[in-house]
């Protein structure tokens, strides 16, 4: 047992019984590494993480390697979901130095947490012109002892590179019709239109650009943008990206057919597409984006639901086969054998047709990913919902991929919004209490008696890491859901408390934001990173989410700081669309205001659903009968019923539409 007992990470758990004696993140591990005058290694995975695993396996766990290792480094592990700013800062100058990056990440530390030389995996053997890692190794240290000078010269010419990058911002002024328009052109020539989504393989699943596109349409009236964000969630939830039998979306496509994906599946891909395909219902009605927004909220409360109310950061992509062995996809491929042994003859030959499963195989060894390849003409409902649960059922037999427990904060609040309006919006009120008793654990865990948000937590015990941008900007957003779907004010206060710490200690000069609190561990460089990746960056969540707390308060602070972060999205937007995705959402939001919506009347009474489905992009919600024992929306102040009856009040840009009792008139004026 090595010094990684006692973690509440369980990606770093799975090392601690390593013979590599590694050591966590923190000042102690670099005063060893300059009492011995010795490199560190950096390795940063995370338990979902398919390639960290082989090396660990093939390198981690070998008696040889780990002597090696032991007596010539001080070797640190990482996870990047537990310290999302150690891995950003190393993975910038990965990315610098070899121009590509990705998990495991390797790299070769001074004591002084200057890097020098990087990688990713490094196999056991020197294949495909990679060394070895035992290759490697003995590089650094030849080099290490024998040209200390080289080394230190290479590591400070690093550092100051890293230190020398200013970001580059849109100016004076917030991104307007021009910016959002050659947005839309730049996502319409990376559009793949035989198989939707943008670009090619591998294929991620674009959930802010679609938020993008879906708010663009509602304001603008743009149909290929909503095409665009139709198709793409069609092709999505027929491929086998999406899981056709017990619902949620994996990471990612390792094809642009959305065939076979990359098996993990993670909270915030199903948090984020969860909430784009309850808005695509919310803008056309679609009965597949219905399901899938259902499907994927049940995944989530059935499969990443902790004992006490937050989700679990990711299910592996690897489980056991029938042979024992370790292996990718598992849980979930089909070979047409299997599926006769579950059905029998007829009703397997039916889903061998409808689940496109073939005798070669679309995966690996003669299996299937199943998905709906459309070419099966009309079906029989019934017949098909009596095949998946049999399939359902005889997969749940199967030994299960393994679950990282751990509670993120930031991924917690995407699951929260969606949760809470997927819950609104197709009267599941039990979504919503999920969403609800998800947010307690946030205010009673993560927040607890310290009054700044923690990174994560495990067990419902916090964790030791400070919580970064993304974590206040995404838990207020979904507070701000929460909010607007149970009339429950204290959520818009709890948002608002975050939201004022982002105002203290993450904001720079000129609207800029940092990723780290100004109060936060020193690195070789303070990450800034506005970019959208898997999740909306922090720089941008929080923006979203001032926006909403600028409109439901009035506060010109929130607002101002909401707009200065805005301008990089005018600089970014038209260059590079599909990283900015939120950012152009929120754009979107503050092009159309956002409207302010007061509802004087009961919470989940048809006016206040009525309010909820309105597409008018990021518009906020309050509503209330009048002043109560709970926190009231400073929304509904002076707001009165007309006539003794519920009435909704419509504004934006300081200005009002006379209120109305009607709901389709409220609706009409939601519309977009």
């Not at 230190?152 to 690093?158: K, P, Q």
């Not at 809470?420 to 607890?448: C, K, N, Q």
Request: hydrophobic residues 40%; proline residues 5%.
């Amino acid at each position: 047992m090595n010094r990684l007992a006692g973690v509440t990470s369980p990606y770093l758990l799975q090392h601690a019984d390593n013979p590599v004696d590694w050591w966590p993140w923190g000042s102690e591990a670099f005063e060893e590494a300059k009492r011995r005058d010795v490199p560190v290694l950096l390795s940063v995975g995370y338990s979902a993480c398919h390639w960290c695993h082989v090396m660990a396996h093939e390198s981690f766990e070998d008696e040889t390697v780990a002597a090696y290792l032991n007596a010539h480094f001080v070797p640190v592990k990482v996870d990047r979901e537990e310290r999302p700013d150690v891995d950003a800062v190393y993975m910038e100058a990965v990315q610098a130095a070899t121009g590509h990056g990705g998990w495991p990440m390797t790299v070769f530390l001074t004591a002084d947490a200057e890097p020098f030389y990087f990688g990713t995996y490094f196999p056991p053997e020197a294949r495909h012109g990679s060394p070895s890692f035992q290759q490697v190794l003995e590089g650094v240290v030849a080099a290490w002892t024998d040209r200390r000078e080289e080394v230190a010269e290479v590591a400070g010419r690093i550092v100051a590179d890293l230190a020398g990058r200013s970001l580059v911002h849109g100016g004076d002024g917030v991104p307007g019709e021009q910016e959002t328009a050659q947005a839309l052109l730049g996502l319409t020539r990376e559009y793949d239109e035989q198989h939707g989504g943008f670009g090619g393989a591998p294929k991620f699943p674009p959930s802010m650009a679609v938020e993008f596109l879906l708010r663009h349409y509602a304001r603008t009236g743009s149909e290929g943008a909503l095409q665009m964000a139709a198709d793409t969630c069609s092709a999505m939830a027929r491929g086998g990206i999406y899981d056709q039998l017990g619902g949620g979306f994996a990471r990612y496509s390792v094809d642009r057919e959305w065939v076979v994906p990359h098996f993990e599946k993670m909270l915030y891909d199903n948090a984020l597409l969860c909430r784009v395909y309850a808005h695509l219902w919310r803008t056309t009605g679609s009965d597949e984006a219905r399901r899938i927004a259902l499907e994927t909220a049940d995944f989530m409360v059935r499969e990443l639901r902790t004992a006490e109310g937050g989700f679990a950061s990711a299910l592996d992509a690897d489980s056991e086969d029938a042979d024992g062995r370790h292996v990718e996809g598992a849980f979930y491929v089909w070979t047409p054998g299997q599926l006769r042994e579950v059905l029998g003859e007829d009703d397997a030959a039916f889903a061998v047709a409808y689940f496109g499963v073939t005798e070669e195989g679309t995966f690996e060894e003669g299996a299937s990913v199943l998905r709906l390849p459309g070419d099966t003409g009309p079906v029989d409902a019934a017949r098909v919902a009596d095949v998946r649960a049999r399939l359902l059922a005889a997969r749940a037999e199967r030994p299960r991929p393994g679950r990282d427990g751990k509670v993120v904060a930031a991924w917690n609040g995407l699951a929260v919004a969606a949760l809470a309006e997927t819950g609104a919006y197709f009267d599941r009120p039990d979504l919503v209490e999920r969403a609800t008793e998800a947010a307690d654990l946030l205010v009673r865990v993560h927040l607890g008696e310290v009054a700044r948000l923690t990174r994560t937590s495990k067990d419902g015990r916090a964790g030791d890491n400070a919580g970064v941008l993304e974590d206040y900007g995404d838990v207020a957003e979904g507070f701000l859901a929460l909010a607007a779907v149970t009339g429950e004010g204290a959520w818009l206060e709890f948002a608002g408390f975050l939201l004022d710490i982002v105002l203290e200690q993450f904001t720079g000069e000129g609207g800029q934001l940092y990723d780290t609190a100004h109060d936060a561990e020193q690195l070789i460089r303070r990450p800034q990173d506005p970019t959208d990746s898997a999740t909306p960056s922090g720089w941008t969540a929080a923006a979203g989410a001032l926006l909403s707390y600028a409109a439901y308060t009035g506060s010109e602070a929130h607002r101002t700081a909401a707009e200065g972060a805005l301008g990089v999205v005018k600089a970014l937007g038209p260059r590079v669309p599909r990283f900015v995705g939120w950012g152009l959402a929120v754009a979107e939001a503050l092009l159309d205001g956002p409207r302010e919506v007061a509802v004087a009347g009961p919470v989940g009474g048809e006016l206040h659903r009525t309010a909820l489905l309105g597409r008018a992009p990021g518009a906020v919600v309050a509503a209330g009968e009048g002043p109560g024992p709970g926190v009231e929306f400073p929304l509904l102040v002076d707001r009165p019923q007309v006539g003794g009856e519920p009435t909704a009040y419509v504004c934006r840009h300081f200005v009002c539409d006379a209120p109305t009792t009607d709901a389709a008139e409220l609706a009409a004026k939601l519309g977009g």
